[in-house]
């Protein structure tokens, strides 16, 4: 199984900030790796696909970037509404895997 | 606009069969994957099998829960279920489906909690 680390795990950050979340690959994952955001109490929500294709209606303050084995997903001024967890996941092979996840807190 | 649905028993006795169905609507069973994907309390993630249905049924599943799991598929009802057996404590968690559409997952069921009692 390809295995997905995230970093930081958890991170504690204040309206207007930028942040950037990391995902690593245990092997190379091409650009098939995908970000969703999950708010608590709610099902995930993809936000970016293919390492850096923004889905539509994401606002245009999420950004993700990377290939191979290192990601980014980074949002600029944060805005009250994303602070939830964010996972990275790998598609470019079976089983699909996640990372651990990144909680974002204000 | 693809909408899912996750249905069935929200408490599974230890050692039984749990069975859920995700019910689509805005899109065809046929010609597309669809994934079950749970996450236990408090945790992340995972991934158990997709199925893809075009006539004939296209299924992979997830190593680590191989041997305890059957997904299928409902054309006639535009449905896909999951069945898990021999369950454990372990396996109580929220299940989601959603659709897989070219390696992402794009729709989402609202997910459905599943507790498992000693």
């Known amino acids: 199984d390809i295995q997905m680390t995230q970093s930081p795990s958890s991170l504690t950050t204040s309206v207007g900030d930028s942040v950037t979340i990391t995902c690593r690959a245990s092997q190379n994952v091409r650009s098939y790796l995908n970000w969703y955001q999950q708010k608590p109490g709610e099902a995930p929500r993809l936000l970016i696909s293919?390492?850096?294709s923004l889905q539509r209606g994401v606002p245009s303050r999420f950004s993700g970037s990377g290939s191979g084995t290192e990601f980014t997903l980074t949002i600029i001024s944060l805005q009250p509404e994303d602070i939830a967890t964010y996972y990275c996941q790998q598609s470019y092979n079976t089983p699909r895997t996640f990372g651990q996840g990144t909680k974002l807190a204000i | 606009q693809v909408q899912l649905q996750e249905s069935g028993p929200g408490l599974v006795q230890s050692s039984e069969t749990l069975s859920l169905t995700c019910s689509v609507s805005g899109d065809s069973i046929s010609g597309s994957y669809w994934s079950w994907i749970r996450q236990p309390p408090g945790q992340g993630l995972e991934w158990i099998g997709f199925?893809?249905?075009?006539?004939?049924?296209?299924?992979t599943y997830n190593p680590s829960l191989k041997s305890r799991v059957i997904i299928s598929v409902d054309t006639s009802k535009n449905q896909f279920s999951l069945k898990v057996t021999s369950v454990t404590a372990a396996d109580t968690a929220v299940y989601y489906c959603a659709r897989d559409s070219a390696h992402y997952m794009d729709a989402w069921g609202k997910g459905t909690t599943v507790t498992v009692s000693s």
């Open positions: 199925i893809y249905y075009n006539g004939n049924a296209d299924i």
């Open positions: 293919a390492a850096s």
